[in-house]
């Protein structure tokens, strides 16, 4: 059974029209993360949560804002979004952080802006 | 700046063949992991080490990761088209929070 769910899987959006990627997990993980991997290259950290504290990457675009109501889930808003913007998101979640801590992948949400 | 550097970037192998993808860190590693990812899906966990001189296998696909903990490999033997497929190395670091970098990626193409 998936274990960290990413929803949707395919969405397309218009320029500069708000949308929000959802991601659960049932591992009752503490640290959850959201990644932007563009084509061709790897998979760049945007920020996480550790339970409730939100972690923003230096150079994560204040386009990008994201929210964890609950311990399950966690969503990724973009609220202006460009054509740069098209990617693949993935979230992540692991038990605890940095070393030593796998962490578990969704399937992606693969965003395409037009 | 790039903790983790892959090499080769993209490889293209006949079937059978045995191939090996290496993972360089600028610093010392405190967990290493392998993922493979199909085009347009998420990351699945392949394998993690942790210590110095480690070395796993599942089926025919061997990591290691060297005694200085700088260095990691990833050896396929006797390649099928199901290897095929982006490999990324992942780590994560002593004092750098709850930060996970990865590698570039390595594109591995298996010819029928």
């Known amino acids: 059974d998936a274990m960290v769910i990413q929803n949707p899987r395919y969405q397309v959006t218009q320029f500069g029209k708000p949308v929000t990627l959802s991601c659960s997990q049932t591992l009752n993980h503490n640290v959850m993360y959201w990644y932007q991997q563009k084509s061709s290259q790897a998979p760049k950290l945007l920020f996480h949560?550790?339970?409730?504290?939100?972690?923003n990457e230096a150079d994560t675009p204040d386009n990008f804002q994201s929210r964890r109501p609950n311990t399950s889930f966690c969503f990724l808003d973009i609220r202006s979004p460009g054509l740069g913007d098209t990617a693949m998101y993935l979230c992540?979640?692991?038990?605890?952080?940095?070393?030593?801590?796998?962490?578990?992948f969704g399937q992606g949400t693969r965003l395409t802006v037009v | 700046s790039q903790e983790l550097e892959q090499s080769p970037q993209s490889l293209i192998v006949q079937e059978g063949k045995n191939l090996t993808i290496n993972c360089t860190s600028s610093?010392?590693?405190?967990?290493l992991y392998w993922y493979k990812q199909k085009y347009g899906e998420g990351l699945i966990f392949l394998m993690m080490?942790?210590?110095?001189?480690e070395e796993k296998s599942h089926e025919k696909i061997t990591a290691k990761l060297d005694e200085k903990k700088q260095q990691s490999s990833l050896h396929i033997t006797a390649s099928q088209p199901s290897h095929a497929g982006i490999y990324l190395c992942g780590a994560a670091y002593l004092n750098t929070g709850n930060q996970f970098y990865f590698g570039t990626g390595t594109s591995l193409t298996v010819i029928p």
């Open positions: 992540a979640t692991s038990r605890d952080a940095g070393m030593n801590t796998e962490a578990f």
């Open positions: 080490l942790q210590k110095g001189g």
């Open positions: 949560y550790y339970d409730k504290d939100f972690n």
């Open positions: 610093k010392t590693l405190y967990g």
